[in-house]
């Protein structure tokens, strides 16, 4: 045989035993005219299924193209054993007693789409996925009922065809998730001060001097004796004080007693909506600069995020469960602690609360997936050695302070299954504020128009349906 001449090689029937797709050899002998080197016939074989192939012309020796794909054994001098083992395509070359070719016959590898359907009828009762077969893969299409069952639709045809499934389904029901978080801090400060201070004098402001407390710098004391404050001393609060005198010798006394109580409240409540497996982010703060050295050593500029941050991902699950992937925090620039760069430049560090975590729940339930209850208390004393200890007078010689500092955090999360609404049905809050006319402004000195409408809104519960209507 001579290459490019073109050869009839009699009768080769290819009887195929097993399940052969539409367009595959068929079992009844067929003519085959074949070339030199090209492909003859095609012979689709079913994943881990097999296949003989008989040939009316005796042949002495095949070869396989990637044995990965499917393999062959003979069973005698005119049929073959082909095995699918993986989905491909791959060719079977035969050739005859004298070396010459006989076939080139092409071996397509494809799962088996029969089993396949049977397992998800099995499997997923009801739902009305199509499969359909494409380049050596499978297609899933059709409208499923949850996103948990789309996964496993997924997985089970990844058992069948790994990396050739193509994923064509949709989700059908409600699938948009609303996602209210409720930030709820407070915080409490106490701060108590005791303290005397005493300075003794005797002759002229140039005499002997002696002092404790406020009063333990010369300076301070002699001032304090002669009635005359130093200029750079600051103010005080909660002081009482005076003096008496034996002779030439001058007393002053100082007590300060000071009690200082803080109260902080912060409240916030992001809501967000999201698709089922979809990522959702919210921000509502703001961007601090913050300069970084980089590797050039030019000074360039980043910006870091404060204020209240979520971020989550929904996924609805059977019966209308929610699966949440969330994380949230809540963050302030704290003044009191700052980093000096190498140019002198002062940057304030943060405070930040945060929490991530994975909860499930349903519709219109909420949890409580953070809490913090911290309770500081810092206390101390100064006193003067051994004067400090004298009975009722020893106190003129002691100092004592304490600061405690209590805060509370909880994180509320609240989700609901939530459709789109009309336009025309939703308020926004600025609907119901009228402008100023310029008699309102400036005759009247109002800020809003005549129905004083503005005082209305600030009393609104904005909680309700506003973009969404829940279910």
Wanted: aromatic share 6%.
């Amino acid at each position: 045989m001579k290459a490019g001449q073109l050869i009839a090689c009699g009768l080769m029937a290819l009887a195929v035993a097993g399940f052969l797709a539409p367009g595959s050899v068929q079992a009844q002998s067929t003519p085959l005219r074949i070339t030199n080197g090209t492909f003859s016939q095609t012979l689709e074989v079913l994943m881990n299924r097999a296949v003989v192939v008989e040939s009316e012309v005796a042949f002495a020796e095949l070869s396989i193209a990637n044995p990965s794909i499917a393999d062959i054994s003979t069973l005698s001098d005119r049929s073959i054993y082909v095995l699918g083992k993986a989905p491909g395509r791959t060719t079977l070359t035969i050739l005859a007693p004298d070396g010459s070719l006989i076939s080139n016959v092409e071996v397509r590898v494809t799962p088996d789409l029969a089993e396949f359907r049977e397992r998800l009828r099995q499997i997923l009762p009801g739902e009305p996925i199509e499969v359909r077969s494409a380049n050596d893969g499978i297609v899933l299409s059709g409208n499923v009922s949850s996103i948990a069952r789309l996964d496993a639709a997924l997985q089970l045809a990844e058992r069948y065809a790994a990396g050739r499934v193509s994923n064509l389904m949709t989700v059908g029901g409600t699938q948009q998730v609303m996602l209210r978080v409720r930030f709820a801090e407070v915080q409490r400060g106490v701060a108590r001060n005791l303290a005397a201070s005493l300075a003794v004098g005797s002759g002229s402001p140039a005499g002997s001097l002696l002092g404790s407390g406020a009063f333990n710098d010369v300076n301070a004391a002699r001032a304090a004796l002669t009635g005359s404050p130093e200029p750079s001393a600051a103010p005080r609060a909660g002081v009482i004080s005076g003096s008496v005198g034996i002779g030439s010798v001058q007393f002053q006394v100082m007590l300060e007693a000071l009690e200082s109580n803080g109260l902080s409240r912060t409240l916030s409540e992001p809501s967000l909506t999201a698709l089922s497996g979809q990522e959702a982010r919210f921000l509502a703060g703001g961007e601090f600069p913050v300069p970084v050295l980089a590797e050039s050593g030019q000074v360039t500029i980043e910006y870091r995020p404060f204020g209240v941050q979520l971020e989550f991902t929904p996924r609805v699950l059977d019966d209308n469960v929610i699966n949440l992937v969330m994380d949230a925090s809540v963050s302030s620039i704290d003044p009191t602690t700052q980093a000096a760069t190498g140019g002198g430049v002062q940057i304030p560090a943060f405070r930040r609360r945060q929490t991530s975590t994975t909860v499930e729940l349903r519709d219109g339930e909420s949890f409580a997936i953070a809490g913090l209850l911290q309770d500081d208390f810092r206390g101390s004393t100064r006193a003067v050695p051994w004067l400090s200890e004298i009975p009722v007078l020893g106190a003129l010689f002691r100092s004592a302070d304490y600061q405690r500092d209590q805060s509370e955090l909880i994180i509320f999360v609240t989700a609901h299954l939530v459709t789109p609404t009309r336009g025309e049905a939703l308020m926004l809050p600025t609907d119901r504020v009228r402008l100023p006319s310029e008699r309102d402004l400036f005759l009247s000195g109002r800020l809003e128009g005549a129905t004083g409408a503005a005082a209305e809104v600030g009393r609104q519960d904005f909680r309700g349906g506003y973009g969404y209507v829940m279910d």
